[in-house]
């Protein structure tokens, strides 16, 4: 069973709000709550280390900071070249989602690469540089249309 203080709502409460703008947001937040940065770190190891936090990352609102063509690359890559391939895929730094998927009838793609770039034409030669890498030539590129709304479970937040 895993115990939950006031004073760890408080501090889920700020996790899951965007993170304070300046170089020491942990400082920060530890300054809100009354306690240190160390504290206020080693709790959120110990949510991670206990599953009660599964991941702690960012979500990056491409269009806000300027990557206004998103593409899904899609690739047919033969399992026996699964986990090579993939890693080759994620050294690139265009790619910010690099996964392996099952394939399903009629769809003979296995790994997935979300590519940012300002153009199409940017996420269409990072494709082609992954292809010329990789020796992978059957792929497709998927362009998103709209930036859908991105939230995140919410908890402990006061009733209204």
């Known amino acids: 069973m895993i115990m939950i203080t006031e004073l760890d709502k408080k501090l889920i409460r700020f996790l899951q709000d965007d993170l304070p703008i300046t170089s020491r947001p942990f400082t920060a937040i530890a300054q809100e709550l009354d306690i240190t940065e160390e504290e206020v770190l080693a709790r959120i190891e110990k949510y991670l280390e206990e599953g009660s936090m599964r991941r702690f990352g960012v979500a990056l609102r491409h269009r806000e900071v300027g ?19 993939g890693k ?24 997935f690469t979300m590519l940012h770039g300002q153009t199409r034409e940017d996420c269409e030669a990072v494709a082609k540089r992954i292809s ?18 991105k939230t995140s479970m919410r908890y402990f937040m006061e009733e209204k």
């Not at 895929?89 to 296995?110: I, L, N």
């Not at 010329?132 to 709304?149: C, D």
Request: hydrophobic fraction near 35%; proline fraction near 7%; glycine fraction near 6%.
């Open 67 to 85: 990557f206004t063509a998103n593409g899904m690359g899609c690739w047919d890559v033969p399992e026996e070249r699964a986990e090579e391939v």
């Open 132 to 149: 010329e890498a990789t020796g992978i030539t059957n792929y497709r590129l998927l362009f998103s249309t709209a930036e859908l709304k």
């Open 88 to 111: 080759i895929m994620a050294t690139f730094p265009d790619v910010s989602h690099c996964y392996q998927r099952p394939r399903f009838e009629g769809w003979p793609y296995s790994h």
